[in-house]
């Protein structure tokens, strides 16, 4: 995909910039985590309007450019209420949790090549470990204990109910992420997210392992509680989930947490499956297109469409019901996870000698294709499953047909005029 010649980091080249270069590199990494959701905010308000046939913000500032920071300061300028009989500790320390993790995860996300600052040469990345996605796998595990903790310590019934389906929503759908990412550290050789990079030089990991790509970017929206998959929020069912009794700056950085994230899972997407900063095909063929500050650039464009995806996901689609989401974890993502890592082995096993580097991405990618087209099937049948045929019915009044309202396995309210069908007494004795 990338054929220009780049000068890709390795593991030796950090941990030898000044320390002035490494404050640098960190307050420019946190100066783009910031910029990012005030402009993600505006930008979400704008298409989600833009979609549903709506102006949006237009008051503050020209085209309502600042509406974003004027919510921010609206939001400090409030007053902070903390509800009697919470655990105070916990309750405070939750939001803090939410966004340290968030941001930390992106000091081993890489920004670009080595480039020369003040005379120095060092990589557009903080720093790199043979590990590094296991890193940000692990913060992004640390930070839901922020929403658990939240939904806990508010000691009110909609934050607890919040806070225990982002518990098993966080189990759900971890275990398909990382196992998306064994896929690739299988085709990379390696963890660190440099030479993750390095190894996408002739072709983006998105391509040829397309299952992996596909089920990690399912896993993003559900791992950043995002809809469809919102259910720890559920505004319609649970107020407002884990941070309803939040208030002032408590819930806005739960808001910071939540748009950071969108940024650093769509940041690894790019890095593990779309080539990293490298440039897309053809500005490629420019040999200055992966050289210098350009990287960038086009690091920054991949993570929006991914940024993109997020709200027009919201904008479009209905939140899922609970045994929807839980199917969809249990029963697709993961079974379908799993066996794609063992084709991934066993193709790199029969394919690894000779001409391998050239035939093993044609195959992989040819039945990557097979297993993604199975995986969209196994996921239309569990978010729509066949709508069972109702039975014949004789040519009564509907006065006069038994009407089970939990025939469905859900109460469903009957027609007018029908009458409920009498459960036999030993089953709801039983239940």
């Known amino acids: 995909m990338n054929m220009a010649a780049t000068d890709h980091p390795a593991l030796t080249d950090f941990g030898h910039d000044p320390w002035w270069l490494v404050v640098i590199k960190a307050v420019a990494v946190f100066a783009f985590l910031i ?11 704008k298409i989600m309007a833009r979609m549903q046939t709506r102006l949006g913000p237009n008051r503050v500032g020209p085209h309502g450019m600042l509406q974003s920071l004027a919510d921010g300061v609206k939001l400090a300028l409030k007053e902070g209420i903390t509800p009697f009989g919470v655990d105070k500790v916990l309750y405070l320390l939750a939001p803090i949790i939410a966004v340290v993790p968030a941001i930390m995860a992106f000091a081993v996300i890489p920004f670009g090549p080595t480039v020369s600052v003040f005379g120095h040469h060092t990589p557009l990345q903080l720093t790199d470990l043979p590990v590094a996605v296991l890193f940000i796998l692990a913060m992004a595990s640390i930070g839901v204990y922020g929403i658990v903790l939240a939904g806990w310590s508010s000691g009110s019934t909609y934050p607890l109910l919040g806070g225990l389906r982002s518990t098993a929503q966080v189990i759900s759908y971890e275990i398909a992420m990382g196992l998306t990412f064994a896929a690739v550290f299988l085709e990379a050789g390696t963890m660190s997210t440099s030479g993750i990079v390095a190894g996408q030089h002739n072709y983006w990991y998105g391509l040829i392992m397309l299952p992996s ?35 002032s700056l408590k819930f806005a950085m739960f808001m910071l947490a939540e748009y950071i994230n969108m940024v650093t899972v769509s940041a690894l997407a790019t890095t593990l499956f779309l080539g990293g900063w490298q440039a897309p095909w053809p500005l490629s063929l420019w040999a200055g297109a992966n050289s210098g500050w350009w990287p960038i650039l086009w690091f920054t464009i991949k993570v929006w469409v991914f940024m993109f995806v997020f709200i027009w996901l919201r904008t479009s689609l209905p939140r899922l019901r609970y045994d929807q989401f839980m199917n969809l974890g249990w029963k697709v993502l993961i079974p379908v996870s799993l066996a794609w890592v063992m084709v991934v082995a066993l193709i790199r096993a029969a394919v690894g000698t000779g001409h391998g580097d050239l035939i093993r991405p044609i195959v992989t990618a040819a039945v990557g294709l097979v297993v993604t087209l199975l995986l969209f099937w196994l996921i239309r049948r569990v978010v729509r499953p066949p709508i069972p045929q109702p039975p014949a019915i004789s040519p009564k009044s509907v006065s006069d047909s038994a009407f089970d309202p939990m025939a469905g396995g859900f109460p469903v309210p009957p027609l007018p005029g029908a009458t409920a069908a009498v459960r036999n007494p030993k089953e709801t004795t039983d239940a």
């Open 35 to 45: 910029v990012n959701p005030l402009v993600a905010i505006l930008a979400e308000r």
């Open 213 to 247: 790509f596909v089920i990690y970017a399912v896993s993003m929206v559900g791992e950043t509680n995002r809809a469809p998959f919102d259910l720890p929020e559920a505004e319609g069912e649970l107020v407002g989930g884990f941070h309803t009794e939040y208030s």
